[in-house]
């Protein structure tokens, strides 16, 4: 099992910035990915942002340089720099891992319980 702990959310005026953090904890042997998605009301959840180990990372086109993703691979943690915050923004923001743990090596994709943004105009 592993847990995904966020923090970091709150109301920002429109323009200003917030950063959002993601520890994970428990039976880890690998962390292959993890990543950011949003749930506004009435919408689906959608990819915001994602880091695989080695680097490699992926943004939505609608957070493409506002948005920095970045992990500290000793900490466990995930950080999404949010810059120049817009209204359409705001939504519950969800940390996701995945991997696999130990000593079973299953593979795990797990969720974080979410932290609101909102943005104001």
């Known amino acids: 099992q592993v847990q995904l702990v966020e923090s970091g959310g709150g109301l920002v005026q429109a323009g200003g910035s917030l950063r959002l953090s993601c520890e994970a904890s428990?039976?880890?042997?690998?962390?292959?990915?993890m990543g950011w998605y949003r749930q506004a009301p009435g919408k689906q959840r959608e990819l915001v942002a994602t880091?695989?180990?080695?680097?490699?990372?992926n943004y939505a086109d609608s957070v493409k340089g506002r948005f920095t993703i970045s992990r500290d691979y000793a900490k466990n943690t995930v950080y999404l720099q949010m810059n120049s915050l817009k209204p359409e923004d705001t939504a519950v923001y969800y940390c996701?891992?995945?991997?696999?743990?130990?000593?079973?090596?299953?593979?795990?994709?797990?969720w974080g319980q979410g932290t609101q943004v909102t943005v104001s105009s």
């Open positions: 428990g039976s880890i042997f690998t962390i292959n990915l």
């Open positions: 996701n891992a995945r991997g696999r743990t130990r000593p079973s090596l299953f593979e795990y994709n797990d």
């Open positions: 880091v695989a180990t080695g680097g490699n990372t």
